[in-house]
């Protein structure tokens, strides 16, 4: 039975399997709800044994983003209580798209955003901070008018939808 890696690796560069790799690793981490990258551990696991250690080490700085992540919205959550799970990027190992600035959330999301950033410099003093509102997502809950009468919903938007929303309250 033939190795489908082995093919590939004599079809295509490493280089260029192992962007490929970075593209479909961030895309999934991203959309993670929660911080566990056990999958994503094994088949990096199994590429490090074809390709390398070297050529992935961008993807290892992916994965560890996101252990550290989990552990740094613990302690921001433990010290203030705020309502983030945010994924905290080294942004030379990703593979992200270039983003404009000119993006200002609604005033009450950009005060939340405001006292993560404090709570994030109080854990990290060394490391700089910057928001990428294009790609986070809130949860807000909307009173619907229904048959029973108003009931909570929750929605989980991106950052711009939920601050066009908020903006026509």
């Known amino acids: 039975r033939p190795d489908v890696l082995r093919i590939l690796l004599s079809a295509l560069s490493v280089s260029a399997i192992v962007q490929e790799y970075k593209n479909v690793l961030c895309r999934q981490l991203l959309d993670k709800v929660d911080f566990d990258t056990t999958k994503e551990e094994e088949v990096l696991e199994r590429l490090k044994r074809f390709l390398g250690e070297d050529v992935l080490a961008p993807c290892i700085v992916?994965?560890?983003?996101?252990?550290?992540?989990?552990?740094?919205?613990?302690r921001v959550k433990v010290d203030s209580e705020?309502?983030?799970?945010?994924?905290?990027?080294?942004?030379?190992?990703?593979?992200?798209?270039?983003?404009?600035?000119?993006?200002?959330?609604h005033p009450s999301i950009a005060h939340l955003m405001d006292g993560y950033a404090d709570a994030f410099k109080k854990h990290k003093p060394n490391q700089s901070y910057k928001w990428?509102?294009?790609?986070?997502?809130?949860c807000i809950r909307v009173h619907q008018q229904g048959s029973a009468g108003p009931a909570p919903v929750d929605?989980?938007?991106?950052?711009?939808?939920?601050?066009?929303?908020?903006?026509?309250?």
Not at 67 to 74: C, D, F, G
Not at 84 to 104: A, E, H, I, N, Y
Not at 132 to 138: A, K, R
């Open 62 to 74: 992916m994965l560890r983003d996101l252990q550290q992540s989990r552990r740094l919205n613990m």
């Open 82 to 105: 705020l309502p983030f799970r945010v994924t905290t990027l080294s942004l030379t190992c990703w593979p992200l798209p270039t983003f404009k600035d000119g993006f200002k959330p």
């Open 155 to 169: 929605y989980e938007l991106d950052v711009f939808t939920d601050s066009a929303a908020l903006h026509l309250q």
């Open 132 to 138: 990428l509102g294009q790609l986070g997502t809130v």
